[in-house]
């Protein structure tokens, strides 16, 4: 890439969009302007994030924060509203610190003081306290909405085209990448970050394959208290035979919750969240009353159900992270099981490491297609051994769990995680040394 390019990407506003008007909504809601007709148009742009998600904000917060200006293509209209919420741990926590929005979020959740293990008839198992296996953890459960939220609130009004699916990408002669959205507006990009999910667009047109449907699918709520929720700040974990529940306080007012469930397939997909529910009931009937007035507790509209899958990025077999410069970051490149509650913090760990190497590369006397190449394949290099072990290890924690064979449940329940199982190795995996962008 020139060196004129290059400057032109750092601090400078290259997004004179020629599409027909402002695409996107009011932000956060469902409300603000909108052209009701979009033109077939093209438009040529420098760095495009294809995903409006965690990993995809995260990132244009992050090269912002760096100088790089971004356009973020989200196929819906825009923030996501809906979902329930997730467990950040300290390696999330010092991403969020270090793109500016830690203490922004902070104030508006819970911090997590430990954890609680219980068998399905609600004896205790064992519990755990996170600051005495390390000083240094931080766990709280955040609302998706509300850090999606919080990292769009960062971008300027023009970063971010709702109602733009990435329907196809391809190559042109001049090395560039054609993404064609599914309205039919088409644009140019020199550089692509995929952060397009698990189903990720990007990541197919690399040759990764589908993710693998691991053999569970999870329910999940947010229960609503407004009188206040009555909990102990700690995590609280059920387990059954392939079947377990957890839940956690997330603010004053609301409670996350899921349940964890053997299921030789997917199954069918149900939108009516009524019912959601009166599965999710049926399946924890007689459980610890705990979790049952939570269910009740919650507003059907924030039940959701979830195949889990993943992609276990094998050495050797699996497809880089990048080509030439096009790169993924996020479920898009690593889609892993819940198990461990590192998804969405390695997707903001990829958001911090991808940006500085980028910024770097775009900042290099003089730029070059070539640096941006390397700083992909320096990117790749530094994330595959964190993100492999952790997709695997959260893959064979799940197989643990969902036991469904009454003697090794037992054994489990009785054994394992109250004589054998310690917190501070298996929470290692959080350490992630992060300094301010
Ligand atoms: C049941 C469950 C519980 C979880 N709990 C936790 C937890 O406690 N802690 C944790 O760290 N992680 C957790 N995760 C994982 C976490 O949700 C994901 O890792 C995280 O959302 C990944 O962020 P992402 O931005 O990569 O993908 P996503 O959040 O999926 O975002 C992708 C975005 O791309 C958009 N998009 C998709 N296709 C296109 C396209 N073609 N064109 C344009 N836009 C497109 C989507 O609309 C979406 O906005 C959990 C996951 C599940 C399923």
Same mark, same amino acid.
């Not at 601090?11 to 996107?24: Q, T």
């Not at 991403?95 to 068998?119: C, H, T």
């Given at each position: 890439?020139?060196?004129? +390019?290059?400057?032109?990407?750092?601090?400078?506003?290259?997004?004179?969009?020629?599409?027909?008007?402002?695409?996107? =909504?009011?932000?956060?809601?469902?409300?603000? @302007?909108?052209?009701?007709?979009?033109?077939?148009?093209?438009?040529?742009?420098?760095?495009?994030?294809?995903?409006?998600?965690?990993?995809?904000?995260?990132?244009?917060?992050?090269?912002?924060?760096?100088?790089?200006?971004?356009?973020?293509?989200?196929?819906?209209?825009?923030?996501?509203?809906?979902?329930?919420?997730?467990?950040?741990?300290?390696?999330? %926590?010092?991403?969020?610190?270090?793109?500016?929005?830690?203490?922004?979020?902070?104030?508006?959740?819970? &911090?997590?003081?430990?954890?609680?293990?219980?068998?399905?008839?609600?004896?205790?198992?064992?519990?755990? +306290?996170?600051?005495?296996?390390?000083?240094?953890?931080?766990?709280?459960?955040?609302?998706?909405?509300?850090?999606?939220?919080?990292?769009?609130?960062?971008?300027?009004?023009?970063?971010?085209?709702?109602?733009?699916?990435?329907? =196809?990408?391809?190559?042109?002669?001049?090395?560039?990448?054609?993404?064609?959205?599914?309205?039919?507006? $088409?644009?140019?990009?020199?550089?692509?970050?995929?952060?397009?999910?698990?189903?990720?667009?990007?990541?197919? %047109?690399?040759?990764?394959?589908?993710?693998?449907?691991?053999?569970? @699918?999870?329910?999940?709520?947010?229960?609503?208290?407004?009188?206040?929720?009555?909990?102990?700040?700690?995590?609280?974990?059920?387990?059954?035979?392939?079947?377990?529940?957890?839940?956690?306080?997330?603010?004053?007012?609301?409670?996350? %919750?899921?349940? @964890?469930?053997?299921?030789?397939?997917?199954?069918?997909?149900?939108?009516?969240?009524?019912?959601?529910?009166?599965?999710?009931? !049926?399946?924890?009937?007689?459980?610890?009353?705990?979790?049952?007035?939570?269910?009740? $507790?919650?507003?059907?509209?924030?039940?959701?159900?979830?195949?889990?899958?993943?992609?276990?990025?094998?050495?050797?077999?699996?497809?880089?992270?990048?080509?030439?410069?096009?790169?993924?970051?996020?479920?898009?490149?690593?889609?892993?099981?819940?198990?461990?509650? $590192?998804?969405? @913090?390695?997707?903001? &760990?990829?958001?911090?490491?991808?940006?500085?190497?980028?910024?770097?590369?775009?900042?290099?006397?003089?730029?070059?297609?070539?640096?941006?190449?390397?700083?992909?394949?320096?990117?790749?290099?530094?994330?595959?051994?964190?993100?492999?072990?952790?997709?695997?290890?959260?893959?064979?924690?799940?197989?643990?769990?969902? %036991?469904?064979?009454?003697?090794?449940?037992?054994?489990?329940?009785?054994?394992?995680?109250?004589?054998?199982?310690?917190?501070?190795?298996?929470? !290692?995996?959080?350490?992630?040394?992060?300094?301010?962008?």
């Amino acid at each position: 890439m020139a060196s004129a +390019t290059s400057s032109s990407l750092l601090l400078s506003s290259v997004f004179g969009c020629r599409f027909g008007g402002d695409l996107r =909504k009011g932000r956060g809601g469902r409300s603000g @302007c909108r052209t009701l007709v979009r033109p077939v148009c093209r438009s040529a742009e420098d760095v495009v994030v294809v995903g409006g998600g965690i990993a995809g904000l995260s990132t244009a917060v992050a090269l912002q924060r760096l100088g790089v200006r971004s356009l973020v293509l989200e196929q819906a209209d825009g923030i996501r509203t809906g979902g329930t919420s997730l467990t950040l741990f300290k390696n999330g %926590w010092r991403v969020l610190d270090a793109i500016g929005v830690g203490s922004e979020l902070r104030r508006q959740f819970l &911090e997590i003081q430990g954890m609680v293990v219980k068998s399905e008839d609600g004896r205790e198992l064992r519990s755990f +306290t996170f600051k005495d296996e390390d000083e240094s953890q931080e766990v709280r459960a955040v609302e998706r909405r509300v850090l999606l939220e919080t990292l769009a609130s960062k971008l300027p009004a023009d970063a971010i085209r709702f109602s733009s699916k990435l329907a =196809k990408i391809e190559k042109d002669e001049q090395g560039e990448t054609l993404l064609d959205l599914e309205d039919g507006a $088409q644009l140019t990009a020199k550089i692509v970050i995929g952060c397009d999910g698990v189903r990720s667009a990007v990541a197919r %047109w690399m040759g990764h394959t589908e993710p693998t449907y691991v053999g569970h @699918c999870a329910f999940r709520g947010l229960a609503y208290y407004p009188d206040g929720q009555p909990l102990q700040p700690r995590v609280n974990y059920i387990y059954g035979k392939g079947l377990r529940a957890g839940y956690v306080p997330v603010s004053p007012t609301k409670v996350y %919750w899921f349940i @964890c469930f053997n299921s030789p397939s997917p199954g069918s997909r149900i939108t009516d969240p009524s019912l959601l529910k009166k599965h999710a009931q !049926e399946l924890v009937k007689g459980w610890p009353s705990e979790l049952l007035t939570l269910i009740d $507790q919650t507003p059907d509209e924030t039940i959701s159900k979830t195949p889990l899958v993943d992609r276990i990025l094998w050495p050797a077999i699996s497809p880089p992270a990048s080509t030439d410069k096009v790169v993924l970051a996020g479920d898009a490149w690593h889609p892993m099981t819940p198990n461990l509650g $590192q998804g969405a @913090c390695c997707a903001l &760990e990829d958001a911090v490491v991808l940006a500085k190497k980028l910024a770097q590369a775009l900042k290099s006397s003089p730029a070059s297609d070539s640096s941006v190449e390397d700083a992909f394949k320096s990117y790749s290099k530094e994330r595959w051994p964190r993100v492999f072990p952790l997709s695997l290890r959260s893959n064979l924690v799940g197989s643990f769990l969902q %036991w469904d064979n009454p003697i090794v449940c037992s054994v489990r329940n009785n054994v394992i995680l109250p004589k054998v199982v310690q917190l501070g190795p298996l929470l !290692e995996h959080t350490n992630f040394p992060c300094e301010p962008l």
